[in-house]
């Protein structure tokens, strides 16, 4: 019996050291790349740091790169969640270890969405900046957080998302050529849709403007907040010239509207989000009732995100975004009758719906070609 016990034992150690080493090679050549250069080589992932970019706790960050065969540029923003106040900044309910965005990073390229290098993708040979998430500020501070956290100790959350952002940008723009690119796509998921909003501008202005075809894709990311502004300004240091965007408490269609005040019809607006997004109703009754963002959240939630998606809906066609509202996913089955979160980093964005008989990235792609319809509008009148 002791015999076939260390027998075992020993089988057991030896998968131990076999997976310890296949671990460490999807660390070294999934998770670690290479450092960008001049001219990158086309097809091939890059780091972008900078020794000033660093992540909430004031670790290292970087941003990841990849030039495409056609001029095109894809930029976009990962998702997480967000520190408002004392309370949320304790929480950490967003990536903060060097080690998960860049994990979130690949789950993002490699999960089948739209970064994903899939077949038949019409994003495949597009270049792809892509920023992690982890500072907790919709990547748009520049400022120092001071609080004390459960056990009584000072601590530091650092917003630095927008200098993250914005060293990269200069890095990339001074070694990739990429500057002449004709079509560009600003998009991202959850708090990476908010940054999309907040930083659209900022991209077109200042690293892309004269690109002839402007797009912005919003996903999953509308949260109605009084403090919005405040906490931009107070809490996260934004930049005023983006801070100065948001008026009312709806961050995301404050953007947008500034967006299309600005450009006209040269930009093509886009938003889709689930009719109940389960994730999105947490946020908001949270923020809204000075919760605990882990509080649980139940189909009252779901009724009342509805309610918020259903009015804002005619706000968004005012300001000429194009919509595309859903519900039921295959993987996604909730018995609060609360729906999925985020479409656009997952392989359902390539699928049709049924009631809609289109895709998100269907619906994406003829928005870009300067084809922009509605799907789904009518949803948000559904009794679940």
Known sequence: ??????????????????????????????????????????????RVSDKAMKDSEGNSYHALF????????????????????????????????????????????????????????????WTLILFPYATGDFHSGTGEFHYVDTDGKEKILYHNG??????????????????????????????GGFATALLSDDIYTNYFPDAQNKNVLVDAALIEYDNWKYTAENVWATPKEISD??????????????????????????????????DLAKVQHSLQNGLSMQNDVDESQGDEFQETLKNNIPLFKEAGVSLF??????????????TAHTIISTPAVWLPFEDQG???????????????????????????
């Not at 500034?258 to 006209?264: I, N, Q, T």
């Open 1 to 46: 019996m002791k015999k076939v016990l260390k027998k075992m034992l020993k089988v057991m150690g030896i998968l131990c050291l076999i997976l310890l080493i296949i671990a460490g090679c999807v660390l070294k050549f999934l998770l670690i790349y290479p450092e960008i250069e001049e001219n990158p080589t086309i097809g091939k992932w890059y």
């Open 66 to 125: 990849r030039k495409g065969s056609e001029n095109k540029v894809m930029v976009y923003f990962a998702g997480g969640g967000v520190s408002v106040d004392e309370i949320s900044a304790r929480e950490d309910t967003y990536n903060t270890k060097e080690v998960w965005p860049d994990y979130l990073a690949n789950v993002t390229m490699n999960m089948g969405g739209i970064a994903s290098d899939v077949d038949g993708s019409p994003f495949k040979d």
């Open 162 to 191: 927008y200098n993250n952002y914005t060293l990269a940008m200069k890095e990339i723009m001074e070694k990739a050529g990429i500057e002449d690119a004709d079509t560009v796509l600003v998009t991202g998921y959850s708090a």
């Open 245 to 278: 965007k948001l008026t009312t408490d709806n961050l995301t269609l404050d953007c947008l509207r500034s967006l299309r005040e600005k450009y006209g019809d040269e930009i093509h607006l886009m938003f889709d989000c689930s009719t109940r997004d389960g």
């Open 325 to 338: 509202i859903f519900d039921g996913v295959a993987w996604y089955d909730d018995p609060r009758n609360l």
């Open 358 to 384: 289109q895709s998100v990235c269907g619906w994406l792609y003829d928005c870009i070609n300067g084809n922009l319809k509605d799907y789904g509008i009518d949803l948000v009148n559904k009794q679940y």
